[in-house]
């Protein structure tokens, strides 16, 4: 702890900080899926496919695209945005897209970074897919040198914060009143996975994830709460 000249608490020292690296649009590759920065011409049209029909994963997100022109607006805007900077999953196996992510509220000096604009279709949703594909999002943000990976949702959104405290990240609190959006009230639920916290929690998820922890039916042999010893 660093003190001022009257003794008072300034914070603890962060030896050697120069701030994280911005993130770069690169390619995550895992044994289940690849998480592919968002190119317009090769995943546009997949994209659209898959997030058009899921109307229940446009619900906390953001009022979908209605016609042709807001498609296309939608989509080049994921293209040229740098925060967010888009993603889209890219299930191994078939080699479709099955859902899409992003980083946002990039702040390389400040070493914060967040998760966000999620959109698992149903074919991805509560699968190991959706799991590696955050755990691969992690670990680059902290491979990076982020020091504080935040996860950010409507209060209201039940499955986004089950899905948030089953990754490993904590609860901070709500912020009330934090926005409006489409003439409704959003009280924001906040939480975060910090750098001195992401050895257990990735040994966690490298566990979950391994092929030894499902049967041949492919289900799971033990929960990924089970394994970091809640």
């Not at 898959?50 to 994921?78: M, N, R």
């Not at 279709?121 to 959706?130: G, I, L, Y």
């Not at 590696?132 to 992690?138: G, P, Q, R």
């Not at 975060?192 to 922890?213: C, F, G, Q, V, Y």
């Amino acid at each position: 702890m660093k003190y001022d000249h009257l003794g008072r608490p300034l914070g603890e020292e962060v030896p050697n900080w120069h701030g994280a690296t911005p993130p770069a649009r690169v390619t995550l590759s895992g044994r289940l899926c690849r998480v592919e920065a968002f190119d317009l011409a090769r995943h546009g049209s997949a994209l659209r496919a898959v997030l058009a029909p899921d109307l229940d994963g446009w619900t906390y997100l953001a009022v979908p695209p209605q016609s042709e022109a807001e498609w296309d607006a939608w989509l080049t805007g994921c293209a040229q945005s740098s925060d967010p900077l888009r993603f889209v999953i890219v299930e191994q196996a078939s080699g479709e897209v099955v859902g899409t992510a992003s980083y946002l509220r990039i702040a390389p000096q400040e070493g914060a970074i967040e998760v966000g604009w999620l959109h698992f279709s149903p074919r991805m949703k509560r699968t190991p897919v959706a799991t590696e594909a955050m755990y691969l999002m992690m670990r680059q943000a902290f491979e990076w040198g982020y020091r504080r990976y935040e996860w950010k949702c409507n209060r209201l959104n039940a499955a986004s914060m089950r899905a948030a405290e089953r990754l490993g990240f904590s609860f901070e609190g709500i912020f009330r009143q934090a926005r409006v959006n489409w003439g409704l009230n959003r009280d924001t639920a906040w939480f975060s996975l910090l750098d001195h916290e992401w050895p257990s929690a990735r040994a966690a998820l490298e566990a979950w994830l391994a092929p030894d922890n499902f049967d041949a039916q492919g289900l799971q042999r033990r929960t990924l709460e089970s394994l970091r010893g809640r």
